[in-house]
């Protein structure tokens, strides 16, 4: 049974930390296989999750936390932009 209740709890694919939803980045893992930063929160597909904090970001993107999330490797691209968003996002 659901409990909706219950803050919407999501592990951080960096630190492995868990916290509410509000205080994470998303990332999404597309149907076209492409991933991307979610700054909506509901892009469709598979998400994975990091702290808003540079120092999660900057351990995620070497340690290549989300292609162990996703269990797929992420594109070269699609990683360059992903995590540049992500530090616009972070800092702005
Ligand atoms: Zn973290």
Known sequence: MRNNKKPFNRRCASCGRITDKSSLLRIVRNKEGHTVFDKTLCMEGRGAYICRDMACVEKAEKKNSLERSFRARIDRSDKEKLFEEI??????
């Open 87 to 92: 530090r616009e996002f972070v800092s702005g």
